[in-house]
């Protein structure tokens, strides 16, 4: 059957619903060249501005998953669950969280993507230890995750092409912010990456897609919705993006940090996620109720990183890149910390090298930020609040002024922060 892209993107700007086969047809053309990218640009601006409902994403959702291959775990004698992120500054928990669960017995496959803009990727991040291969062929996936029962590497070209080329559209044409576009981009990869159950951790705040409670529950139910229909089992925890998690913001910096929570140490903000998201992912795998900081604490977590490590042609030993500068930013008055911008401190970041402003760009690995406190705790004026690194020092000079305005102190504090904010399933 055929239709024309003109009509179903009048059909979408005058609000109406768009059948399932009008979908697919979409779907299909698009990834093959037909549908051409200015008619799927005007489409996603439509469905930004008037909205699909839960049956037209889905429609859309499945559309994507058929435009490629879908991996099968099921030969697998351990059930598998993976964790997705929405992203945040500082949002270093896939690292480690994978090597966590699976020392439980738990398989999991992490198929992650390179930062763009102010979030950071898990890629970047553990390419910055010496040696590690992010690419794996689907065989060599298959036998890590039997073998070993972690594995986090690049998602293959294969899976769900349709977002692929509809995701970078979406980035040039002011689209991202779409929920059913982010839904439907999120668990096309997902439910076509074959794992049995699933935990979103959807941010909320300045630093996250969402900024408030209420777009983010939408689009938590919509993401959850999806995975059940698909048969994954399903749920979603809603965490704050306010302020960056944990101290290190970076690529070497963030696995310094998820070295330090393997070994029984790092951050609380880091370790308490990390915690939570290991025993929700245990618990949808069907281990029921479990502590999972007991094996970050005897050591279980942190063999199976350095196996996870090694296995992908890492050294786990090897010292890591350190940035050329560093400039320290100070308190300019004593009191409490009473906001540190996740945004400010991110997008400071980025510009110091840690991401990249292009696909093509490569990232600094010893680039970043070190933060000295965090909300809520109390300075002294004159100590430092943050470290900013980069190997390129004329980059300071754009993102200072963002890390100090960042920072606000005050004489009263204004409580302690709340992490977990809400929790669907
Ligand atoms: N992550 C994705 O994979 N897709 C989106 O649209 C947003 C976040």
């Not at 990834?31 to 005007?42: L, R, Y």
């Not at 030969?75 to 969280?97: E, M, N, Q």
């Not at 690194?389 to 993102?399: G, H, L, P, Q, S």
Request: aromatic share 4%.
């Amino acid at each position: 059957m055929s239709f024309s892209a003109v009509e179903l993107i009048i059909k979408k700007r005058e609000r109406q619903e768009l059948t399932s086969k009008e979908i697919n047809w979409l779907v299909e053309n698009y990834t093959s060249g037909v549908v051409a990218d200015e008619q799927m640009s005007a489409l996603a601006m439509a469905i930004l501005l008037n909205g699909m409902d839960r049956r037209e994403i889905k429609d859309l959702t499945m559309a994507m998953i058929a435009s490629g291959e879908r991996l099968d775990f099921s030969g697998l004698t351990a059930p598998t669950s993976d964790k997705h992120s929405t992203g945040g500054v500082g949002d270093k928990i896939t690292l480690p969280l994978a090597p966590l669960v699976a020392s439980y017995g738990v398989a999991v496959p992490q198929l992650s993507g390179r930062g763009l803009g102010h979030t950071g990727g898990t890629l970047d991040k553990l390419e910055s230890i010496p040696g590690w291969q992010a690419t794996l062929s689907n065989t060599e996936l298959y036998s890590q995750l039997a073998e070993i029962g972690a594995v986090i590497c690049a998602a293959g070209t294969g899976l769900a092409p349709a977002d692929r080329k509809l995701y970078s559209l979406r980035d040039v044409t002011g689209t991202v912010e779409a929920i059913p576009l982010i839904a439907s981009s999120i668990m096309s990869k997902k439910i076509a990456e074959g794992t049995s159950s699933l935990v979103l951790d959807v941010k909320v705040g300045s630093g996250a897609f969402m900024k408030t409670l209420d777009t983010a529950i939408e689009l938590a139910q919509t993401l959850v919705q999806l995975g059940k229909d698909a048969g994954v089992n399903t749920s979603a925890l809603l965490t704050d993006m306010s302020t960056p998690l944990g101290l290190k913001i970076g690529n070497a910096l963030e696995v310094e940090e998820s070295v330090e929570v393997l070994q029984g140490g790092g951050p609380a903000d880091v370790v308490e996620l990390t915690v939570e998201l290991a025993k929700e992912m245990l618990k949808l795998a069907g281990l029921g109720d479990v502590d999972p900081s007991e094996n970050l604490k005897n050591g279980k977590a942190f063999d199976k990183w350095r196996q996870m490590i090694t296995a992908q042609g890492g050294d786990p030993d090897a010292e890591l890149p350190k940035a050329r500068h560093s400039h320290e930013v100070l308190a300019t008055e004593s009191g409490f910390i009473t906001r540190l911008d996740a945004l400010d401190v991110g997008v400071a970041s980025w510009r110091l090298g840690a991401g990249r402003e292009r696909k093509e760009d490569a990232v600094q690995f010893g680039a970043g930020v070190q933060l000295h406190a965090q909300l809520g705790d109390r300075v002294k004026k004159g100590e430092p609040l943050m470290t900013l690194f980069t190997d390129t020092e004329e980059k300071f000079a754009r993102a200072l002024g963002l890390a100090e305005q960042a920072v606000s102190i005050s004489e009263q504090s204004s409580g302690a922060r709340k992490l977990i904010l809400h929790r669907i399933s």
